[in-house]
Each structure stands twice: as C-alpha cells, then as structure tokens.
C-alpha cells in the first residue's frame, strides 16, 4: 500500500514547501541509515559472550535498516505524488 501524501488544495501548503520539507526528511533518513552502517554489530564486540548474542544483535541491527529504507521509500512516494498532483494541476 503506498503511503498517503497530503492532498494538494488552494488552503493548504504549497507543493514546494511540502516537497522541500519530505526531502529534507529524505536526506536525514539517508544520513541515519550511512551513521547506522558505521555501526554495524561486529564478532569482536560480542567475543566474551554466546555466539546467539551476537547474531540477536546483527538481525536487531539490520532490522533497523529495514525499517529505515522503508520510511525512505514511503517519503519518495510521497515526494511523486505531491509532485504528480503539482503536474496535474498545471494541466489543467
């Protein structure tokens, strides 16, 4: 299901405003996700415990990700509608 982007209308904000603000939140989610790799979980962090230790972390980590690149795709999604509505409306 895609995400719900704002409905374009004479009352609301602008589609520049809406778009700029969903990019900058774009850039963010990117920033998080470039300062979340550095920090991947590695073996010799986890040495001194049970092995499940570490592969809990890992899967806790990437789980992380995933989440992330979900939200990322969700504000994209967004960003074209609002950009497509934009579109729309200048046809018109």
Known sequence: MAAQAPVLNINGASA???VEGHIKVWRLIRET?????????????????D?????RA???HFARMVQLDKI??????IVVDIQNQQASRARH
């Open 16 to 18: 520049d405003s809406l």
């Open 33 to 49: 996700k470039a300062a979340l790799a550095e920090i991947t979980p590695h073996g010799r962090d986890f040495q001194t415990v």
């Open 58 to 60: 890992r899967e806790e």
């Open 51 to 55: 092995k499940a230790v570490y592969d």
């Open 72 to 77: 990322e795709r969700e504000i994209c999604e």
